[in-house]
Structures are given as structure tokens and as C-alpha cells.
């Protein structure tokens, strides 16, 4: 189930949203990323805000379908160009539909205890050996940010955990540190890993 509070101070936040620029690690992890890939292959850009990636993803020569829980977010998007669609967590049911996904700082609005099914969602969603690209903050529990998005906090040593027990295994994980909209300043990880046969 979707965070009502989260969802709307993104709504009110889309104009500044469009502004913040990506950091240079992300830049770098999408470009690791997409090396991954074989040219014309389907991203899922799951949880893509105002398309910043899934437009770069395009213009690189890949197909993208998108999916967010923000409307405004969504319109943001299709105005780049993107086939996006308003969609919760819980709406990826595809089998096999897709080549990679790409879930950059979006799943950490979902609660802790729901992070394990999400991924065998995305892990039965990806064709075998597709590629999942995870960016999440690291920490413990959960809490509302200044600006009342809620977040859940992760270990690395229990993301490698959920990653290995559904045998993805592990391209690139980089972290570090960074401010988003906020302002505050968090430890974050980004994660390329591809899914077994």
C-alpha cells in the first residue's frame, strides 16, 4: 500500500523535484548500468519520478516503460517522452516482461517488511539473467524525513543477504553520501546485480 503523505509532498514538490540534478555517482552507476545491456533492451524504470534516468535511458537507444505512484510525477515524465503509468509496488505482476529494472531510491518508501516480496516481484518480473539496478538509503528502521516522506533504512550486509537468497548476483555497489530533497545528508548505496537462469 501506497504512503499517502509521501505521494503528496511529491505532488507539491514536482517543480523542485525536475531541478535536482543527479549526483555523480548515479550518473556513473546508470552508465555502468546500461553497459550491462544489450542496445534496444526493455527497462523498467520502476518508481521513475519525472524521467530523468528513463529519458537518458531513451536517448541511449534502449526501450522504457515507467511506473510511479505520483501522478504529477508521471505527467512530468510523459512530457520527455516517456511511456510511464501511474502504478503502485504492488501493480509489477509481469512474468519474464523485462530485460532490466531499474528501481533508483524508490523502493525505500516502502515499508521494511514488504522490500522481500517487492524483489521476488522484480526477481519473476526479469527475464533470466535481466539486470535489477537498486539505489537505497543505508541505516536502520524506518522514519519520516524532514518534509514527511517516509523511508526504510538498510545494512548492506542484509541487502546482500535478499540479493543472494534470490541469487542475483552482485555487478557493481558503489556508496556513498548525498543530499537530496531535503537537504539532508544520508549514506546511500547503489546496486547493479543480475538475476540467474
Known amino acids: 500500500m501506497a504512503d499517502r503523505e509521501t505521494i503528496e509532498t511529491y505532488a507539491k514538490q514536482v517543480d523542485a523535484y525536475q531541478k535536482v540534478a543527479m549526483t555523480e555517482e548515479e550518473s556513473t552507476a546508470l552508465s555502468r548500468f546500461l553497459k550491462h545491456l544489450s542496445l534496444g533492451a526493455h527497462i523498467l524504470d520502476f518508481g521513475c519520478g519525472p524521467g530523468h534516468h528513463s529519458e537518458q535511458m531513451l536517448a541511449a537507444g534502449f526501450q522504457v516503460s515507467a511506473i510511479d505512484a505520483t501522478q504529477e510525477f508521471v505527467d512530468a515524465a510523459c512530457a520527455r517522452g516517456v511511456n510511464a503509468r501511474v502504478g503502485l509496488f504492488d501493480d509489477l505482476t509481469e512474468v519474464a516482461a523485462y530485460d532490466a529494472i531499474w528501481a533508483s531510491f524508490s523502493l525505500l518508501h516502502a515499508p521494511r517488511a514488504e522490500f522481500p516480496r517487492h524483489l521476488d516481484a522484480i526477481h519473476m518480473a526479469l527475464k533470466p539473467e535481466g539486470h535489477l539496478y537498486l539505489g537505497l538509503k ?60
Open 138 to 197: 543505508l541505516g536502520e528502521g524506518e522514519k519520516r524525513d524532514s518534509i514527511g516522506r517516509f523511508y526504510s533504512y538498510f545494512q548492506e550486509d542484509e541487502l546482500r543477504d535478499h540479493l543472494a537468497a534470490r541469487e542475483f548476483k552482485v555487478k557493481d555497489w558503489t556508496v556513498g553520501q548525498g543530499a537530496g530533497l531535503s537537504g539532508e545528508v544520508h549514506p546511500f548505496v547503489l546496486i547493479t546485480a543480475q538475476r540467474g537462469l
